[in-house]
């Protein structure tokens, strides 16, 4: 961020200079050393990109939209030394100098007794939940991401969302809005009984829940209610940096410690953990799956082996290994956290003050736009959220995504009717170390425009979609004439 435009931000924020000196403003802890360029689009090329596309951004072309906020999902910018890495990656089929330097680097931060990769996030779930789930399994935790529960009920069991009740109304400020409703969860262990739980989770930060962070209190909590009861904890660690982040910012007692002190400590409650290193390991590929039961890695290794790789690879190269290795040092540097998080907050506040509703307070890798409040004259069937996306489009070249009934309204089995979603949300996902603060201006303005229309805009309908994650692939028509 430059001096020039984020006076406003200082005071609020920790002060990096020392004790007694003027504050300065925080800045990308970066220089640039390679460029891409973006290109500028007109409306008009825009509007017919998005009709082309079936008003589903997800099939645009990368190269037709300006600021990508798709998802801060392998977006990520490497650093000189990810890349200097990546050179150095050892080949080897088995047992190469990467797999041992990645491993290393995993159980330094995350402590556990095994380490299975995987070629991204997804394919860790879906060799643990065919692993540990059997039809009539639940799987709660705080908000399964989409993946996660698209993965469980493949395995034929079911994924209940228990966020505590802050967690559902995006106005409602909570240092820790993230956490899971821990007497939901005694009442579910109670009810369905802990035999049919495998296995208990938290996603730090909650993605779906609006990027919030988990307290270290929800995750001790949720992790002694679970081994009261014999039910293996994981974390979906995917943004662990950013929580441990939050925990250091906001809760008692962890200000003086380090971000990588705080992450052990959040790993220490879990008895294994699923990563996408897509996100906080800074890299474009990869993940893994962590355990400290034996047995249960060794079932994980088998089928790791048929679908994935061999185990010191997984699905991924020997340079991919070196440069999630490098990258997860790299994103627990209190320099890189403090713009990190600095930066997305700062985007939250400029579109608060313009009066944007936006889920309160801004998460760690995104700002979510409150769709439903931005649009309240259109229902929830008629896909508020989708209508801001395709806008924000049209008006400049800005591709968010649509967090609501789109993604997870549901067709009622018993009645055959179209449940929406429980929050309509438009998600503007940061890369990390990517744009630039002029560029967020922008980014700024952009909604501002669509905000100052907004009682121009109408619904939209879906002409086309598939049973399984229809957000991807889906078709959609406008209810009103877009301008
Ligand atoms: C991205 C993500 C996943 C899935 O990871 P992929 O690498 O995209 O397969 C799982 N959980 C959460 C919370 C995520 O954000």
């Not at 890495?85 to 190469?96: C, F, I, L, N």
């Not at 979906?236 to 052990?264: L, M, P, T, Y």
């Not at 929050?423 to 630039?436: C, N, Q, S």
Request: charged content about 25%.
């Amino acid at each position: 961020m430059n001096a020039a435009n984020s006076a406003d931000t200082r005071s609020a924020e920790r002060s990096v200079a020392g004790p007694g000196a003027r504050r300065r403003p925080i800045i990308e802890p970066f220089k640039i050393k390679v460029v891409e360029p973006i290109r500028l689009t007109t409306r008009q090329e825009r509007t017919t990109y998005l009709e082309a596309a079936g008003y589903n951004v997800f099939k645009l072309r990368a190269e037709d939209v300006l600021i990508d906020l798709l998802t801060d999902s392998g977006t990520s910018a490497m650093s000189a030394d990810q890349w200097a890495a990546v050179m150095r990656g050892d080949e080897a089929y088995a047992g190469s100098k990467s797999w041992y330097r990645f491993e290393a680097a995993v159980k330094d931060i995350f402590g556990f007794a095994h380490v299975i990769p995987t070629h991204q996030g997804r394919a860790a779930e879906r060799i643990l939940f065919s692993t540990v789930c059997r039809p009539g399994h639940v799987v709660p935790s705080n908000t399964h991401f989409d993946t996660t529960r698209a993965n469980i009920e493949a395995a034929g069991a079911e994924a209940v969302d228990m966020p505590i009740p802050e967690g559902l109304v995006p106005s409602r400020v909570h240092p820790f809005k993230g956490n899971m409703d821990v007497a939901a969860l005694e009442a579910l262990i109670a009810d369905v009984g802990a035999d049919r739980i495998p296995i208990c989770m938290l996603t730090v930060t909650n993605n779906t829940g609006g990027g919030q962070p988990v307290s270290m209190a929800n995750i001790r909590a949720v992790s002694e209610v679970c081994h009261a009861h014999g039910i293996p904890f994981y974390l979906d660690a995917c943004r662990f940096a950013e929580n441990a982040w939050f925990i250091k910012e906001r809760e008692e007692g962890f200000d003086h410690r380090s971000a990588r002190e705080i992450a052990r400590e959040m790993f220490s409650y879990a008895d294994g953990c699923t990563m996408s290193a897509k996100k906080d390991a800074l890299v474009n590929i990869g993940g893994f799956l962590a355990t400290n039961d034996t047995s249960l890695a060794r079932q994980e290794q088998n089928l790791l082996i048929l679908t994935e790789g061999f185990p010191t690879y997984g699905g991924l190269a020997g340079r991919d290994l070196e440069a999630i290795a490098v990258g997860l040092e790299e994103v627990l540097r209190e320099d890189y956290l403090t713009y990190r998080i600095a930066s997305v907050r700062w985007l939250g506040r400029h579109l608060t003050e313009g009066g944007v509703p936006i889920v309160q307070p801004p998460g760690g890798h995104a700002v979510y736009l409150d769709a439903a409040a931005f649009l309240p004259h259109v229902p929830p069937l008629q896909l508020p959220g989708q209508s801001l996306v395709a806008e924000l489009y049209v008006e400049g070249g800005v591709r968010g995504v649509e967090i609501g009934t789109v993604m997870f309204g549901h067709t009622d089995p018993d009645t055959g009717e179209e449940v929406p979603s429980r929050m309509e949300l438009v998600r503007l996902a940061i890369p990390r170390r990517v744009y630039t603060e002029s560029q967020i201006d922008y980014l700024v303005d952009v909604v501002l425009d669509v905000w100052d229309r907004r009682e121009a805009i109408g619904g939209f309908r879906f002409v086309e979609q598939t049973p399984v994650l229809r957000h991807f692939t889906a078709r959609f028509e406008p209810l009103y004439e877009m301008t």
